[in-house]
């Protein structure tokens, strides 16, 4: 599952979740839905991808000779 980053509108909570795809934009936040009785929907963050893409170089044995 992919994390993702959060913020809250309402209260300004921020929090970082492992969330399925099919939900990564309906994520509520837990502290203003207690006190509003609804859901509160969090932001979603933009992040910077969390994987490499790995090449031919000389770090990984494919260096010109």
Not at 13 to 29: G, I, S
Request: aromatic share 10%; hydrophobic share 30%.
């Amino acid at each position: 599952m992919p994390r993702y980053s959060y913020d809250c509108p309402e209260c300004g909570k921020q929090a970082t979740l492992q969330v399925p795809v099919a939900r990564r934009d309906k994520v509520a936040c837990h502290e203003c839905s207690v006190w509003r009785k609804e859901d509160v929907l969090m932001r979603r963050q933009p992040d910077a991808p969390n994987f490499t893409i790995k090449g031919f170089s000389a770090k990984n044995g494919y260096g010109h000779e």
